[in-house]
């Protein structure tokens, strides 16, 4: 019995280790080998992240917004401006606010730009029956009429970022005054104006480069309607009035001098003809004193021809004719020269036939080339021309030559080594070779040229005056 229970005994622990035997015997798999070390390893419990501390929450004024916020919609919240200010400082990360269609004042408006300068604040504002946003940057008012100004105006301010305002309706023409339209400029300084006139018979606007007026009677008054429309012509460079009966010069003047982008010219009447403001040569021989005084509204005149004008004493009008190039002031009373002193560019000087004493006052110019001072009975003494180391050729004869000492005259001719000192007999203009190179009557080079510059073979006086060169051609010549 005892040998039963044995045998059952061993048997019975005997299974189990064969079939253990069994599977170590098997090659063992990928999956089954890392089953294994996997159940061998110790089971590893991830630890979780702390949870992120809240941003703190800001009143502003009725309503507590997260101080991370981005973007705050005012529209969507009840908010007191002065608490939204106070505790700007807590928004550190905002960076847009909108406030929508708002009833703010525009300095409460300001206050909270002023307080989140990092911010774009952005507003809508209802302006002639239109929704328009702040950063709107061309601001239509063709519509706008008289009534609608003041209330226009007390609005501009919410509109910072404006660079244009159009003005044009469907008709073309701006209805409102330049007046008016100035009061709204005074807001908008740096805006352009879209505008357009109808100007005594020309449409002007903002894109008009030129407007010319001839022989039409618009008087001074005009003047007042010009001043108003030109802030708003950005794009002209000319306006041009020929015998418009226009006589107040020195507003023509201010009027020139306060929008110097514009070439503002206009004929000035002297001794009965017009000579345009911009031209660069005068010549007229039936002048008196009493006209000389406006040839200062004509400061661009580079040549000057007034010889032959025997009531002429005075020259003091030249004061104003600082670029002068070319002077002619033959044959007249004119007894002091001191005014050409202050023109610095004289290169070609006729004085022959004057009453003029002393030439200290050309002692200053060094640019004179050609210098003409024959038959002058007052000179006696010609030292002041001593430095005039640019001249080519200096003409002396009759009168000059008679009562300058012989001396000066050889010292001048040992100063100026490289200049023709023209000192023999005979006319001071038409021998000497101041105009005529020989007996034929050739023009010498430098002559030539100031005919050409002075318009001389135009038969008439008038025609030259007529066609005379302005300031924007300039010294065609040189």
């Known amino acids: 019995m005892n040998d039963q229970r044995i045998k059952r005994l061993i048997l019975f622990l005997a299974l189990p280790a064969a079939v253990l035997l069994s599977a170590c015997a098997k090659k063992p798999t990928a999956t089954s080998d890392l089953d294994v070390i996997q159940s061998l390893s110790p089971v590893m419990t991830p630890t979780p992240a702390p949870s992120p501390t809240p941003a703190p929450l800001v009143d502003i004024g009725g309503t507590n917004v997260s101080a991370d916020t981005i973007t705050l919609d005012l529209t969507r919240f009840e908010f007191i401006p002065d608490v939204l200010c106070e505790n700007s400082r807590y928004f550190r990360d905002l960076k847009e606010i909108r406030l929508g269609q708002t009833e703010l004042a525009n300095w409460e408006i300001e206050r909270i730009r002023d307080s989140f300068p990092d911010a774009n604040v952005l507003w809508e504002t209802e302006l002639l029956g239109e929704v328009l946003p702040s950063d709107t940057a061309i601001l239509d008012l063709a519509k706008m009429s008289e009534e609608d100004v003041e209330t226009v105006i007390s609005l501009l301010p919410r509109f910072p970022n404006i660079l244009a305002v159009g003005m044009i309706p469907d008709s073309g023409i701006t209805p409102l005054s330049p007046e008016t339209v100035g ?95 911009d031209t660069v040569l005068f010549h007229c021989p039936l002048l008196r004193d009493k006209h000389t005084e406006r040839l200062k509204y004509l400061p661009d005149i580079l040549y000057l021809d007034i010889g032959h004008n025997r009531y002429i004493t005075n020259v003091d009008f030249i004061k104003y004719l600082p670029k002068l190039q070319i002077v002619i002031l033959s044959i007249t009373k004119i007894k002091d020269i001191s005014v050409l002193a202050g023109c610095p560019d004289l290169e070609y000087v006729e004085l022959l036939n004057t009453y003029i004493e002393d030439l200290t006052p050309l002692s200053g110019l060094k640019k004179i080339e050609y210098l003409n001072i024959g038959d002058m009975p007052n000179v006696k003494d010609i030292s002041p021309i001593y430095g005039l180391t640019s001249l080519k050729m200096v003409r002396i004869c009759m009168r000059t030559f008679n009562h300058v000492p012989k001396s000066q005259v050889g010292e001048l001719k040992a100063a100026l080594p490289e200049c023709f000192v023209s000192d023999g007999p005979g006319d001071p203009t038409t021998s000497g070779f101041w105009r005529f190179a020989d007996k034929n009557h050739t023009y010498t080079e430098r002559y030539a040229l100031l005919r050409r510059q002075m318009l001389y073979d135009i038969p ?15 010294d065609r010549e040189r």
């Open 183 to 277: 009061r709204i400029r005074k807001e908008l300084p740096d805006a352009e104006f879209h505008c357009c006139w109808e100007l005594y018979g020309q449409l002007a606007s903002w894109k008009t480069t030129e407007l010319r007026y001839s022989k039409q009677k618009l008087g001074n008054k005009a003047i007042a309607s010009f001043r108003a429309v030109l802030p708003f012509l950005n794009s002209l460079e000319l306006l041009r009035f020929y015998d418009c009966g226009i006589t107040d010069y020195d507003a023509m003047v201010a009027l020139k001098n306060d929008f110097p982008s514009v070439n503002v010219v206009f004929s000035v009447e002297i001794a009965g003809y017009n000579f345009m403001s």
């Open 460 to 474: 008439k006086w008038e025609d030259r005056q007529q066609n005379s060169p302005t300031r924007l051609e300039g």
